[in-house]
């Protein structure tokens, strides 16, 4: 059972440039999240997703779009890169939107040049 | 959510009982007190959860007073796998969009 996967584990961009940074979750979670983390701060929220064919805004959600078009995949992406968005970013899923426990990658640690 | 104030940092000697406090003076009735953890550069992993009774799991105690406005994690035998960040978090359950508001947490050190 390999739980969340993001990929990739670490990402180098030029500023301007596009990507996707990956999540899919094997566990039949209702519940996705996308959260990124500055160095001596804690996590915040980018966006999340309570099911297929939705999602919303979380505290951080410029620069960033998410769909949700399978329960197992939950992309993120970045239209065009800033260095601001140097960070790392963490993928979780929950089997509903109460998250009463949530299960996280391990990281997408991506700079921006 | 409530918000929630925990110390930046506190040290445990390895084998001693960690008491890792929160304070959330503002919480409502119907609000959660959850702990999370997060080790050197990985994902968070959830400790505990409670609302009203102290409860205990495998990995921890959780101590809340009777006004409800904080909250103790106790890492019993703390080791120094021990050693991360821990997140004090206050929310609804359930009826809400799930989302998790992490703070700054306590950074652990368990000392041998």
């Known amino acids: 059972n390999a739980g969340v996967t993001q990929t990739p584990k670490f990402q180098v961009l030029k500023t301007g440039q596009s990507m996707t940074l990956q999540c899919a979750q094997d566990m039949n979670h209702e519940y996705m999240s996308w959260y990124r983390q500055d160095p001596g701060m804690g996590l915040r929220l980018i966006h999340y997703s309570v099911g297929a064919g939705i999602t919303d805004q979380g505290e951080v959600p410029n620069g960033y779009n998410v769909s949700r078009s399978t329960t197992e995949d939950f992309p993120l992406r970045l239209l065009s890169a800033a260095p601001s968005q140097t960070s790392v970013y963490f993928c979780?899923?929950?089997?509903?939107?109460?998250?009463?426990?949530?299960?996280f990658g391990q990281g997408t640690r991506l700079t921006v040049v | 959510d409530a918000k929630t104030t925990q110390p930046p940092s506190m040290d445990c000697a390895e084998g001693r009982a960690a008491n890792l406090p929160c304070n959330h003076s503002?919480?409502?009735?119907?609000?959660?007190v959850y702990w999370y953890r997060q080790i050197h550069s990985q994902g968070p992993q959830y400790i505990i959860h409670g609302l009203k009774n102290n409860e205990t799991n495998e990995m921890a105690s959780l101590i809340i007073t009777e006004d409800r406005k904080s909250s103790t994690l106790i890492l019993p035998h703390a080791t120094l796998r021990d050693t991360a960040v821990y997140y004090c978090i206050v929310r609804l359950l359930p009826g809400n969009t799930g989302k998790l508001i992490f703070g700054q947490g306590t950074t652990l050190q368990v000392k041998p």
């Open positions: 503002t919480i409502s009735g119907n609000e959660y």
């Open positions: 979780a899923s929950s089997p509903n939107p109460q998250v009463i426990e949530a299960f």
